[in-house]
């Protein structure tokens, strides 16, 4: 999601059932028995967009394309001139998307092939979303492909690998031997993670969002962190929208900590509850953040494993 941008991405009725037909239709190689290895099925360099935020090389029925990773998203998106190239007709789909903004995205395709590195899975639904296209993104990547793997942002090295989720639990940290914090995740069941963070010594939870350029939170979930309207170092930044309905704010917050790492002065946008009206009322951690981290998503564990990005 762009910075200042309203997500209101969430499935329509019943769309949980498209997560599932995707899933069942996308493949990896089978690994081997649970021996304590992990297993890497695909390695893929990342490509940083004008804005920071990361994109990976994918394959639609064999024509290259760069999928921004979007953990904070639902299905796979790409735009129309991809699916032209392609040589697919969109399709009105029976249940659509509310993407971002609350623009319904209602036209699909059926990829014959969808790959990722050496992953291959038949037959994928992707909605198409009028706005993207240009500045190196021609689609999205959701959970719903990457929550049946471990996933690993390796923002050192440049790559995000796509593990094997049979293995001994807690295994997985193989980029460093100092060690790592774990922190339980909330899966929820469109495949968005929720952990708990500390900002400036107050408990919250917060979205794990890739596809946010920054980290954001309302001004009601802002009260829960100390803050307030009136609150002195509060700072106007930005205002816009029919008769200046809809205003960003700067706050100087000190800390931000998952379970003992700490981020000094971390960026944190607040912004007006009519203007995040109808997402979820908790604090979203945006790529500005995440890619100061090492982080592998152990979905099936539901745990999250974290170093500094620059952890050897």
């Known amino acids: 999601m762009a910075d200042g941008q309203v997500r209101a991405e969430k499935a329509v009725k019943h769309a949980s059932s498209l997560l599932i037909l995707a899933a069942l239709a996308f493949f990896a190689p089978a690994a081997e028995a649970q021996d304590c290895k992990l297993t890497r099925f695909s ?22 394309a760069s999928f921004l990773v979007d953990t904070g998203g639902i299905s796979a998106t790409m735009s129309r001139p991809l699916a032209n190239e392609i040589g697919k007709e969109p399709k009105p789909f029976r249940r659509g998307l509310i993407g971002v903004g609350g623009e319904v995205l209602s036209n699909a395709i059926h990829a014959d092939d969808f790959a990722l590195g050496g992953m291959h899975g038949k037959d994928i639904l992707v909605f198409i979303d009028e706005r993207i296209g240009g500045a190196g993104m021609d ?21 995000v690998s796509f593990f094997s989720q049979d293995h001994c639990p807690g295994k997985v940290v193989y980029w460093t031997k100092t060690g790592a914090i774990v922190i339980p995740m909330d899966v929820q069941p469109n495949g968005k993670i929720r952990i708990p963070i500390t ?11 890739t596809g946010s350029v920054t980290s954001f939170v309302s001004m009601g979930r802002a009260y829960n962190l100390g803050v307030t309207k009136d609150s002195k170092y509060l700072k106007v930044k930005r205002v816009y929208g029919y008769k200046d ?13 998952l379970d003992g790492l700490t981020v000094n002065n971390p960026h944190i946008t607040i912004m007006s509850d009519e203007t995040l009206s109808g997402m979820e009322n908790d604090l979203i951690l945006g790529n500005s953040f995440l890619r100061q981290l090492h982080i592998y998503v152990a979905y099936k564990e539901e745990k999250l494993y974290i170093t500094s990005a620059a952890a050897e």
């Open 43 to 64: 390695s893929l360099p990342m490509s940083t967009l004008s804005d920071g935020r990361i994109a990976l090389p994918v394959s639609i029925d064999g024509h290259g």
């Open 139 to 159: 689609g999205t990547l959701a959970p719903e492909m990457m929550h049946h793997f471990d996933v690993d942002f390796d923002f050192r090295q440049g790559t």
């Open 199 to 209: 900002v400036d010594g107050n408990k919250v939870m917060a979205f794990l969002d």
């Open 245 to 257: 309905r809809y205003k960003e704010y700067d706050y100087p917050f000190k800390t931000l900590s």
